[in-house]
DNA sequence: TTTGGCACTCTCGCTCCGAGAGTGCTGAAA
DNA sequence: TTTCAGCACTCTCGGAGCGAGAGTGCCAAA
C-alpha cells in the first residue's frame, strides 16, 4: 500500500482511538495534513473503504477502521508508544509489592494490567506440566484428622484436611514428615506416585494418596486460577454504555473453566497475539479486542496475560504497557525463585 | 395503620419487585382486590402516598414505593419466603464442596449468596480480635532465605519469604521449627510477642519478628479479605441499563479497604441489617439497598456477608435466602474447625 | 494527480400530535 | 361514612415532520 494511505489510515485509526467519533476528511486535513486538501482526502478514504479497511456508520458520516483496518494497522503500521516514567515506575513498585507466591502474583499482574491499560485485564498463572513439591508438613488437628499441608513450586501453598482410619499423634506425623520430605521433596509427582505404589498400606499410604491427589489436581488444571479485574475501566468507553455489552463481556470473564483453556488456545505458541472484534470465536466479545502475551519465570512455566477492551483500543499503548508489565512481573518472579 | 393499606402497600411492593413497572389502580385491583372498585383503591394510593410511602413517577403513572415505603414493608409487613428445595440442595452442595479454609469459605460463600439472591454480593472474613497460632513451618529456599508458614485458626496459611543475615541450614530451621511449635502453637500472638522479647538475638529473633508482623498485619485487618460477586446479576436489572449506575456499585465494591470498614459498621451489633437506599451514606448507592447479616463459627469470629441490590429487591426472598447461606456456613465451618 | 465547487444524503435534535394509561374529583348510592 | 361510577385532566411515549449540519461523491478545471 502507498505511503500516503497507509498515513492515512493510521491517523484515522489513531483519531478514532482518541475520539471515539467517526472521522471524516476536514479533520484529518486540518490535523493531519495540512498541505493536501480535504478532497484528495476524500477519495484515499474512498480507496481505503474499497480495500475493507474503513467503513462508515452511514452515508454522510466519517469513517471509522473495519476489523481489518485495525488488523492492518496492527500487522504494519503500529510502532510501541514510550511507556512515560510515572507509568514505569508504578508497573515497578507494583510488582515489587507483590507477594513472594504464584498465585499472589497473578492477581497483582492482572490489577497491574488493568490499572496501566485503563481495560480489563484477565490472567492465568503459570503451570508447568509436572508439579513439583518443595516441602510438605503435616498438623495432626484431632487424633484422626490431619492437616496436610504441600508446598509446590512456585511457592503455591496447598492444604487439605484428611480424615485417617486409624489415629496418629504429632509425633508420628512428625516422622512421617520428615520421611516424606527426604524423599519427596524437590522431585516431581511422579516420585510421589511410585513412592505410594510402593508403601505399605496404613496411615503413611493414605496420606500419600492424599498427596497425590493434590498434586493431580493441580497438573490436570482442574483448579487452574484465572483471575481479571478492570472491569469499571470498560464502562467508562462509550461503546459499553449499553449495560447489556458489558454483561457479555463479563460472562466471558466469569466463565472461568472455559477462559482458561481459551487464553491457552490463544496464545498458541506465539508470544504476542491480538485478536480483534470479528476474529473472536465467541460472539460475546464481538466489538471487543484482546491482546495477549505470556509471563512466567522460566520457558518452562507460562502464564498468559491479556487485556480486553473494545475494538477501538490504543493497541500500540496497550501492547507496550502489557509486555512492560509481563516483562517485570517475569523478573519479579524469577528473582523469587517462584 | 389499618390492614387495608398495609395490604395495598404490600401489594404494591409484590407487585412492582417483580414487574418493575409502576403499579396502577387497576392492576391491583383486577390482581390482589377484585372485591373492591379501583377509585377505592385510588383514593387508599393517594393516602399512602401522602404518608411518603409511595410515589409517582409523573402525574399520571402509577405508584412506585418510596424508601420509606420499602422501610415500612420490611419493618413491619414482610414474612420470610420459604425456599424452595432445589434451593436449598443447592445452598447445600455449594457450602460442602468449599475448602476447608476461611477463605476459601468467604469466596463461596459470596459466590453462593450471589447465586441465589440474584444480586450482588459481599463478604468480609470472620476475625477474632487476637490471631492464633496452629502450626509454623520454616523451610530454606537459599542459605540465607528461608520460607515462613505459618498456619493461623481457621486454617489459614500465610507465607512469607525472609532473608536471613545470617546462613542457615534446613536442620537449623527444623529445630526452630520445633522449638517454635512447642512454644507458640494454639497461642494468641501476645505469647509470640512476649517470647520475641526475651529471645537472644539472631536467626531466631529474626524469624519471630517476621512471625509477629504476619499476626499483626491479621490483626490489624490491613490484610482484611472482603470478596463481592454477582456484579453481572445487577446488569440485567433495568435500573442498572445505564452502565454508569453500575459503575457507581463496582466502585463501592473495588474500594476494598473502605468495604471492609463500611461492613463492620453497618452491621454494628445486629444480626440482620437492612439499608435502604436514602439511608445509605454512600452517594454511590443511591438506588441501592444493602442486606447484611453476620456469619460465622462461633460467637468470637463473624464475618459479615450482604446482599446489594436495587431498592426494587425482592426482600423476603433476599433475607431469606441470605440468612440460610449465612446459617449453613457457619455450621460447615463449625465442622470444619475453621 | 490534485483541487474547488456543488449537489446529495443521512443523522440529530426539535417540535407537534394523538393514543393510552392513570389519576383526582364529584355527586350519588349503599 | 364509605364505596363507587363517571368524567375531565395530565403526563408519557412513539411516530411524523422538518431544518441544520456534517460529510460524502462526483466533476471539471488546474
Known amino acids: 500500500m502507498e505511503n500516503r494511505k497507509q498515513a492515512i489510515l493510521r491517523a484515522v485509526v489513531h483519531e478514532f482511538t482518541t475520539n471515539a467519533v467517526p472521522v471524516g476528511s476536514q479533520a484529518l486535513q486540518s490535523r493531519y495534513f495540512v498541505n493536501l486538501s480535504s478532497a484528495t482526502i476524500r477519495s484515499e478514504l474512498a480507496e481505503l473503504a474499497d480495500l475493507g479497511y474503513l467503513a462508515q456508520p452511514h452515508t454522510s458520516a466519517g469513517r471509522v477502521p473495519t476489523d481489518s483496518g485495525y488488523r492492518y494497522f496492527v500487522d504494519f503500521l503500529m510502532d510501541l508508544e514510550p511507556i512515560p516514567d510515572r507509568v514505569q515506575t508504578y508497573?515497578?513498585?507494583?510488582?515489587?509489592?507483590?507477594?513472594?507466591?504464584?498465585?499472589?502474583?497473578?492477581?497483582?499482574?492482572?490489577?497491574?494490567?488493568?490499572?496501566?491499560?485503563?481495560?480489563?485485564?484477565?490472567?492465568?498463572?503459570?503451570?508447568?506440566?509436572?508439579?513439583?513439591?518443595?516441602?510438605?508438613?503435616?498438623?495432626?488437628?484431632?487424633?484422626?484428622?490431619?492437616?496436610?499441608?504441600?508446598?509446590?513450586?512456585?511457592?503455591?501453598?496447598r492444604q487439605q484436611v484428611v480424615n485417617t482410619s486409624e489415629p496418629a499423634t504429632q509425633a508420628d506425623l512428625t516422622r512421617l514428615t520428615a520421611q516424606f520430605n527426604a524423599s519427596l521433596s524437590g522431585r516431581a509427582s511422579d516420585e510421589a506416585r511410585r513412592h505410594y505404589d510402593g508403601a505399605p498400606l496404613g496411615l503413611e499410604k493414605e496420606l500419600l494418596g492424599r498427596v497425590i491427589a493434590v498434586l493431580d489436581m493441580y497438573e490436570k488444571g482442574t483448579e487452574n486460577l484465572v483471575v481479571h479485574d478492570g472491569v469499571r475501566n470498560l464502562l467508562r468507553q462509550p461503546e459499553f454504555a449499553e449495560s447489556s455489552r458489558v454483561h457479555q463481556v463479563l460472562e466471558v470473564l466469569e466463565e472461568t473453566r472455559y477462559l482458561t483453556v481459551l487464553l491457552r488456545q490463544l496464545i498458541g505458541e506465539s508470544d504476542l497475539q491480538i485478536v480483534i472484534g470479528s476474529e473472536n470465536t465467541s460472539s460475546r466479545l464481538q466489538g471487543c479486542a484482546v491482546v495477549l502475551t505470556t509471563y512466567g519465570p522460566s520457558d518452562r512455566l507460562k502464564g498468559v496475560v491479556g487485556v480486553i477492551g473494545p475494538t477501538r483500543m490504543a493497541y500500540s499503548q496497550t501492547v507496550a504497557r502489557l509486555q512492560a508489565v509481563a516483562r517485570g512481573a517475569s523478573d519479579r518472579m524469577a528473582e523469587l525463585g517462584v
Open 91 to 157: 508497573i515497578r513498585d507494583e510488582l515489587k509489592a507483590a507477594p513472594g507466591d504464584v498465585e499472589g502474583m497473578v492477581e497483582r499482574v492482572a490489577m497491574t494490567v488493568a490499572a496501566v491499560t485503563q481495560n480489563a485485564s484477565v490472567a492465568s498463572a503459570p503451570q508447568g506440566t509436572l508439579a513439583r513439591i518443595k516441602h510438605l508438613d503435616l498438623v495432626s488437628l484431632e487424633p484422626k484428622e490431619v492437616l496436610l499441608i504441600l508446598l509446590l513450586e512456585g511457592n503455591l501453598l
